[in-house]
Nanobody, 115 residues
Framework: QVQLVESGGGLVQAGGSLRLSCAGF????????MGWYRQPPGKQRELVAT???????NYADSVKGRFTISRDNAKSTVYLQMNNLKPEDTAGYYC?????????WGQGTQVTVSS
C-alpha cells in the first residue's frame, strides 16, 4: 500500500521560508511526474509545481522565482522549498505522484502565512 507522507507545514510570517517534504514514492511503478498542489480556504485545488521523471520543472506563475521543487530518489522524497512567502500562499498543500496507472495523493500539510 503506497502512502505519501507530507511534512514541513506550519505558521510563518510574510517573507519567511518553509520546506515541505513528501516521502514514500519509492514503491510507485512508472512515475511520470511528481508535484505539489494547494487548496486555499474556500477555493479549488490548484497546481503549484511539478517535476517530471526527466527532471523538467513547471511552476504556477504566482510562485515562479520563489518556490523550488526538487526530489531525492534515494530518499523517495520530493521537496518544495518556499521562500518569500506571502499571505496569499496560505493553503493546504498536497503532494501528488502520477504513476503509470493512477495518481497518488498525500494527506496534506497546512501552510499559514501571517502578514
Amino acid at each position: 500500500q503506497v502512502q505519501l507522507v507530507e511534512s514541513g507545514g506550519g505558521l510563518v510570517q510574510a517573507g519567511g521560508s518553509l520546506r515541505l517534504s513528501c516521502a514514500g514514492f519509492g514503491s510507485i511503478f512508472g512515475i511520470k511526474s511528481m508535484g505539489w498542489y494547494r487548496q486555499p480556504p474556500g477555493k479549488q485545488r490548484e497546481l503549484v509545481a511539478t517535476i517530471t521523471s526527466g527532471g523538467s520543472t513547471n511552476y504556477a506563475d504566482s510562485v515562479k522565482g520563489r518556490f523550488t521543487i526538487s526530489r531525492d530518489n534515494a530518499k523517495s522524497t520530493v521537496y518544495l522549498q518556499m521562500n518569500n512567502l506571502k499571505p496569499e500562499d496560505t493553503a493546504g498543500y498536497y503532494c501528488n505522484v502520477q504513476g503509470t496507472w493512477r495518481d497518488y495523493w498525500g494527506q496534506g500539510t497546512q501552510v499559514t502565512v501571517s502578514s
